[in-house]
Protein backbone atom coordinates (compact mmCIF):
# COMPACT_ATOMS: atom_id res chain seq x y z
CA UNK A 1 0.00 0.00 0.00
CA UNK A 2 1.16 2.87 -1.10
CA UNK A 3 0.56 6.93 0.33
CA UNK A 4 0.63 9.85 -1.01
CA UNK A 5 0.71 13.12 -0.31
CA UNK A 6 -1.70 14.34 2.70
CA UNK A 7 -4.62 15.78 1.81
CA UNK A 8 -4.47 19.41 3.00
CA UNK A 9 -7.65 20.58 5.06
CA UNK A 10 -9.16 23.52 4.58
CA UNK A 11 -10.72 25.49 7.63
CA UNK A 12 -14.49 26.26 7.45
CA UNK A 13 -15.52 29.05 5.71
CA UNK A 14 -18.33 31.03 8.16
CA UNK A 15 -21.95 30.86 6.63
CA UNK A 16 -23.39 33.98 5.48
CA UNK A 17 -25.36 35.84 7.55
CA UNK A 18 -29.62 35.31 6.31
CA UNK A 19 -29.60 38.81 5.53
CA UNK A 20 -26.74 38.58 3.25
CA UNK A 21 -28.52 35.76 1.65
CA UNK A 22 -31.66 37.04 1.02
CA UNK A 23 -31.36 40.56 0.42
CA UNK A 24 -30.12 40.63 -3.28
CA UNK A 25 -33.33 38.29 -3.95
CA UNK A 26 -35.85 40.83 -1.68
CA UNK A 27 -34.49 43.77 -3.62
CA UNK A 28 -34.97 41.62 -6.99
CA UNK A 29 -38.46 41.22 -6.11
CA UNK A 30 -39.17 44.64 -4.80
CA UNK A 31 -38.44 45.83 -8.32
CA UNK A 32 -40.08 43.45 -10.61
CA UNK A 33 -43.36 44.08 -8.20
CA UNK A 34 -42.81 47.76 -8.28
CA UNK A 35 -42.82 47.80 -11.69
CA UNK A 36 -45.34 45.67 -12.67
CA UNK A 37 -47.83 47.86 -10.03
CA UNK A 38 -46.71 50.76 -12.36
CA UNK A 39 -47.51 49.26 -15.55
CA UNK A 40 -50.82 47.66 -13.77
CA UNK A 41 -51.62 51.52 -13.30
CA UNK A 42 -50.95 52.57 -16.10
CA UNK A 43 -53.12 50.36 -18.06
CA UNK A 44 -55.85 51.38 -15.72
CA UNK A 45 -55.69 55.34 -15.88
CA UNK A 46 -53.03 56.51 -18.14
CA UNK A 47 -49.25 57.11 -18.60
CA UNK A 48 -49.94 60.76 -17.51
CA UNK A 49 -51.71 59.70 -14.10
CA UNK A 50 -48.70 57.48 -13.18
CA UNK A 51 -46.18 60.19 -14.25
CA UNK A 52 -48.30 62.91 -11.46
CA UNK A 53 -48.35 60.11 -8.75
CA UNK A 54 -44.89 59.62 -8.72
CA UNK A 55 -44.02 63.72 -9.00
CA UNK A 56 -46.70 63.87 -6.24
CA UNK A 57 -44.94 61.21 -3.83
CA UNK A 58 -41.62 62.80 -4.87
CA UNK A 59 -42.61 66.23 -3.66
CA UNK A 60 -44.57 65.11 -0.59
CA UNK A 61 -41.07 63.51 -0.40
CA UNK A 62 -39.28 66.39 -0.04
CA UNK A 63 -41.36 68.24 2.34
CA UNK A 64 -41.64 65.78 5.24
CA UNK A 65 -37.67 65.64 4.92
CA UNK A 66 -37.25 68.99 5.18
CA UNK A 67 -39.73 69.25 8.06
CA UNK A 68 -37.99 66.76 9.60
CA UNK A 69 -35.22 68.06 9.37
CA UNK A 70 -35.72 71.45 10.79
CA UNK A 71 -37.64 69.71 13.41
CA UNK A 72 -34.14 67.81 14.37
CA UNK A 73 -32.58 71.28 14.14
CA UNK A 74 -34.52 72.84 16.31
CA UNK A 75 -34.92 70.40 19.18
CA UNK A 76 -30.81 69.94 19.04
CA UNK A 77 -30.43 73.89 19.03
CA UNK A 78 -32.78 73.96 22.15
CA UNK A 79 -30.96 71.09 24.04
CA UNK A 80 -27.61 72.90 23.20
CA UNK A 81 -29.12 76.25 24.45
CA UNK A 82 -30.02 74.52 28.13
CA UNK A 83 -26.72 72.82 28.25
CA UNK A 84 -25.01 76.62 27.73
CA UNK A 85 -27.24 78.41 29.74
CA UNK A 86 -26.20 75.21 32.77
CA UNK A 87 -29.38 73.19 33.05
CA UNK A 88 -28.46 69.70 33.69
CA UNK A 89 -30.58 66.75 31.74
CA UNK A 90 -31.06 67.93 28.69
CA UNK A 91 -34.91 68.11 27.61
CA UNK A 92 -37.38 66.62 29.33
CA UNK A 93 -38.39 62.92 28.77
CA UNK A 94 -41.22 63.65 26.24
CA UNK A 95 -39.15 66.52 24.65
CA UNK A 96 -36.27 64.20 22.93
CA UNK A 97 -34.14 65.75 20.16
CA UNK A 98 -34.61 62.58 17.61
CA UNK A 99 -37.74 60.97 18.81
CA UNK A 100 -39.36 60.08 15.77
CA UNK A 101 -37.39 62.29 12.88
CA UNK A 102 -34.86 59.72 11.94
CA UNK A 103 -38.59 57.44 10.52
CA UNK A 104 -40.15 60.42 9.33
CA UNK A 105 -36.89 61.24 6.88
CA UNK A 106 -36.83 57.01 6.15
CA UNK A 107 -41.17 57.72 5.43
CA UNK A 108 -40.01 60.57 3.23
CA UNK A 109 -37.42 59.11 0.99
CA UNK A 110 -39.42 55.69 0.84
CA UNK A 111 -42.02 58.54 -1.07
CA UNK A 112 -39.37 60.33 -3.08
CA UNK A 113 -38.38 56.59 -4.84
CA UNK A 114 -40.90 55.83 -7.33
CA UNK A 115 -42.93 53.48 -7.32
CA UNK A 116 -46.57 52.47 -5.40
CA UNK A 117 -45.11 50.23 -2.62
CA UNK A 118 -42.37 52.43 -1.26
CA UNK A 119 -44.83 55.35 -1.77
CA UNK A 120 -47.48 52.84 0.89
CA UNK A 121 -44.67 52.03 3.51
CA UNK A 122 -43.42 55.88 3.41
CA UNK A 123 -46.99 56.85 4.28
CA UNK A 124 -47.20 54.26 7.01
CA UNK A 125 -43.70 55.39 8.56
CA UNK A 126 -45.75 58.85 9.02
CA UNK A 127 -48.11 57.51 11.11
CA UNK A 128 -47.34 58.63 14.91
CA UNK A 129 -48.71 54.95 16.39
CA UNK A 130 -46.41 53.33 14.05
CA UNK A 131 -43.53 55.17 14.52
CA UNK A 132 -43.69 54.62 18.33
CA UNK A 133 -43.78 50.99 17.81
CA UNK A 134 -41.09 51.07 15.26
CA UNK A 135 -38.99 53.15 17.85
CA UNK A 136 -39.73 51.12 20.85
CA UNK A 137 -38.68 48.00 18.76
CA UNK A 138 -35.58 49.14 17.60
CA UNK A 139 -34.67 50.32 20.68
CA UNK A 140 -35.11 46.62 22.31
CA UNK A 141 -33.61 45.34 19.12
CA UNK A 142 -30.15 47.30 20.02
CA UNK A 143 -30.56 46.62 23.32
CA UNK A 144 -30.15 42.95 22.92
CA UNK A 145 -27.78 42.76 20.54
CA UNK A 146 -25.63 44.86 22.73
CA UNK A 147 -26.45 42.77 25.43
CA UNK A 148 -25.04 39.49 23.40
CA UNK A 149 -21.87 40.89 21.95
CA UNK A 150 -19.03 38.59 22.39
CA UNK A 151 -15.80 39.86 23.61
CA UNK A 152 -13.75 41.22 19.79
CA UNK A 153 -17.02 42.45 18.60
CA UNK A 154 -17.84 46.18 18.14
CA UNK A 155 -20.36 46.03 20.37
CA UNK A 156 -17.79 45.27 23.38
CA UNK A 157 -15.70 47.41 22.17
CA UNK A 158 -18.29 50.56 22.09
CA UNK A 159 -18.54 49.38 25.71
CA UNK A 160 -16.16 49.07 26.81
CA UNK A 161 -14.59 52.57 25.86
CA UNK A 162 -18.22 54.02 27.21
CA UNK A 163 -17.09 52.77 30.60
CA UNK A 164 -13.59 53.24 30.89
CA UNK A 165 -13.22 56.81 29.09
CA UNK A 166 -16.70 58.41 29.39
CA UNK A 167 -15.16 61.81 28.80
CA UNK A 168 -13.15 60.47 25.86
CA UNK A 169 -10.07 62.40 26.64
CA UNK A 170 -6.72 60.95 24.94
CA UNK A 171 -3.49 61.58 26.78
CA UNK A 172 -0.44 62.28 25.23
CA UNK A 173 2.73 59.77 26.37
CA UNK A 174 5.25 57.53 25.72
CA UNK A 175 5.54 53.63 27.18
CA UNK A 176 8.43 52.70 29.13
CA UNK A 177 8.78 49.03 29.60
CA UNK A 178 10.73 47.74 33.12
CA UNK A 179 11.64 44.23 31.51
CA UNK A 180 13.98 46.05 28.87
CA UNK A 181 17.34 46.45 29.95
CA UNK A 182 18.54 50.21 30.64
CA UNK A 183 21.14 52.58 29.77
CA UNK A 184 22.48 55.23 28.47
CA UNK A 185 23.18 53.93 24.91
CA UNK A 186 20.13 52.13 25.22
CA UNK A 187 17.49 55.34 25.83
CA UNK A 188 19.39 57.61 23.18
CA UNK A 189 18.86 54.53 20.61
CA UNK A 190 14.81 54.52 21.39
CA UNK A 191 14.71 58.18 21.30
CA UNK A 192 14.61 60.51 18.77
CA UNK A 193 16.71 63.75 20.08
CA UNK A 194 14.27 66.79 20.69
CA UNK A 195 13.48 69.50 18.29
CA UNK A 196 12.86 72.95 19.54
Not at 97 to 111: S, T
Not at 146 to 168: N, S, Y
Request: net charge positive; hydrophobic share 40%; charged share 20%.
Amino acid sequence: MTTGAPTPTYPAQPRRSRLRSFLPLGIAAWLVLEIWLLTLVAGAASGLAVFLLLVAGFVLGSVVIKRAGRRAFRKLSEALQQQQAGQAGGLPQGERGGEGNGLMMLGGLLLMLPGLVSDAVGLLLLIPPVQKALSRYAERTFERKMREATPGTLGDAFQQARIRRPDGKVVQGEVIRDDEPRGPERDAERRPPLQG
